[in-house]
């Protein structure tokens, strides 16, 4: 686990999450993302494919979203993805001890 | 006392063999579960074991929890079909609620309380977005109006997760069948599940404390249903492996024992092929089940479509394995109540419900197209 904990840590930053998930989207949908585009309306991202967003946010961050977290909007684009990680990973309260 | 360890144990698979015997024929030919069945395998947390350990539940990895669901299926699918409920209820609270929801609904659902879904409609049968029922905040309430199609249990439930409109999104409130306003309606005569209390639900002008309202805050439908949805799918998906089981040992057992022709009929090219392709549904069932499972149990994102693929291959074969072993058993199965005629039938529907087979090849076809 080690390696994935430092590899956490690394990318911690607003910048570092933002160039991961950039890099994430473009690897899954082989198509060309920036951090400010609507990935629903520019039709890459459908809401199947957004729960595997949210798996894999979960997963690799750390985090649960669960309850009010769970809307598209929160999923619409690489810097709304950000902003919601930042703010569970700030946050103790236990929301989602799915 | 449970062990330390949390997950499904063989005293589990035992207890709920004890309390099925060899009723299942006997509650499809009546179209009832007998409620304490219901109660106790409730109670003892079996209908959602993956509810975790903090709140009540058994804690079971999914990958336990579906060969116990499948183990459940292969003895009666309208059983399995009440697990199927709970279990989405369970986890659509887990993943909606906030923590006090939480807390408070699944200690009911693992204290004996039943819950179903409900999500269709009249109008909103594979397009959920068509969804007619409204949720409305008033004061310290909310107000629910609608009319719900074809909820598995709701029957027998205490408690409904019904999903509907909320302000500019969705939202899914929990709704007491005792509110006054609620309506339940009986469907009678199912083609299969018989004993699944399928119900249609009205209701009118429910008013319910705000804290009903799961997350308490609007939002988008799809990824609401969605998520309810990966629960119930991985669940049918399993119970289908069920289905296949029970057919392709009592279609062995049959081809091995009777006679026609001077020998057993399973020696006789034609048949022993049927038993050859029920075995191969079983089998590749049970493994795109198990890769599902194992892909959430890991937390990988693959588990959205691994759990889509399970369910339309398992349901698929469920319908066509059924169809198989009628063939092999013949007369000795075309009674109603037989394992291999409920089977015939429940594997039906099977196809049709948690997303058709149709819709699963849309979502698959999306996800073919994705990853080129
Ligand atoms: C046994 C049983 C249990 C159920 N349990 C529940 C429950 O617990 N909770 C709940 O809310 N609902 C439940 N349902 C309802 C179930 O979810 C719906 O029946 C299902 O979603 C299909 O809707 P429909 O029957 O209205 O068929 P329709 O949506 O009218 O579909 C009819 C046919 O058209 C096909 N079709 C529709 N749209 C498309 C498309 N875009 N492309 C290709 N084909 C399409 C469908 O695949 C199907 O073959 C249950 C139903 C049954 C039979």
Not at chain 2, 92 to 100: I, N, P, R
Request: proline letters at 3%.
């Amino acid at each position: 686990m080690t390696i994935e904990q430092e590899t956490g840590e690394a990318v911690a930053t607003p910048a570092g999450i933002e160039e991961q998930l950039v890099s994430y989207l473009e690897e899954r949908t082989k198509a060309r993302v920036t951090p400010d585009q609507d990935l629903f309306r520019s039709g890459v991202v459908s809401s199947m494919f957004a729960m595997e967003l949210i798996v894999y946010l979960e997963k690799e961050y750390q985090v649960s979203i669960a309850g009010g977290d769970l809307k598209l909007d929160n999923f619409r684009s690489v810097a709304a993805m950000t902003s919601l990680l930042l703010r569970l990973r700030g946050s103790s309260d236990a929301v989602g001890d799915a | 006392m449970r062990s330390a360890m949390p997950d499904l144990t063989a005293e589990d698979r035992a207890f709920v063999d004890s309390l099925v015997g060899d009723q299942p024929a006997g509650w499809d030919v009546a179209g009832e579960l007998p409620d304490d069945v219901l109660r106790k395998l409730g109670t003892r947390g079996l209908l959602c074991a993956q509810v975790p350990t903090a709140h009540g539940g058994i804690g079971a990895s999914s990958r336990s929890n579906g060969e116990f669901t499948a183990h459940v299926g292969s003895l009666c699918s309208s059983l399995r079909s009440v697990m199927t409920s709970q279990g989405m209820a369970a986890w659509t609270v887990q993943k909606l609620g906030d923590s006090a929801q939480r807390a408070a609904h699944l200690r009911r659902l693992t204290g004996g309380q039943l819950a179903a879904v409900c999500f269709s409609e009249p109008a909103a049968g594979s397009d959920l977005a068509a969804m007619g029922t409204t949720i409305r905040r008033v004061g310290d309430s909310v107000v629910v109006d609608g009319h719900k199609k074809w909820a598995t249990a709701a029957a027998y439930a205490d408690l409904l997760v019904v999903f509907g409109r909320y302000e500019d999104g969705a939202a899914a409130v929990v709704v007491p069948t005792s509110a006054p306003g609620v309506r339940v309606e009986r469907v009678i005569d199912p083609l299969g599940c018989r004993a699944a209390g399928h119900a249609h639900v009205r209701l009118d002008d429910v008013r319910l404390p705000a804290d009903s309202l799961l997350g308490g805050v609007a939002q988008g439908l799809p990824l609401l249903v969605t998520t309810a949805l990966a629960y119930g799918r991985f669940s049918v998906a399993w119970g289908c492996v069920g289905i296949l089981r029970a057919c392709r040992t009592a279609a062995a057992e049959h081809a091995s024992t009777r006679q026609q022709f001077g020998r057993p009929i399973a020696e006789h090219q034609l048949v022993a092929r049927h038993l050859a392709e029920l075995y191969i549904a079983e089998q590749t069932a049970s493994r795109v089940c198990e890769h599902a499972s194992d892909c959430w149990d890991a937390g990988s994102p693959e588990v959205v479509v691994a759990t889509v693929l399970a369910k339309h291959v398992a349901a698929g074969n469920a319908a066509r394995g059924a169809g198989s072993a009628v063939q092999v058993l013949a007369s000795a199965a075309a009674t109603d109540g037989h394992v291999v005629a409920r089977a015939y039938r429940d594997a039906k529907l099977m196809e049709i419900i948690e997303g058709s087979s149709e819709i699963c090849q849309l979502i698959l076809a999306e996800h073919a197209t994705s990853v080129r």
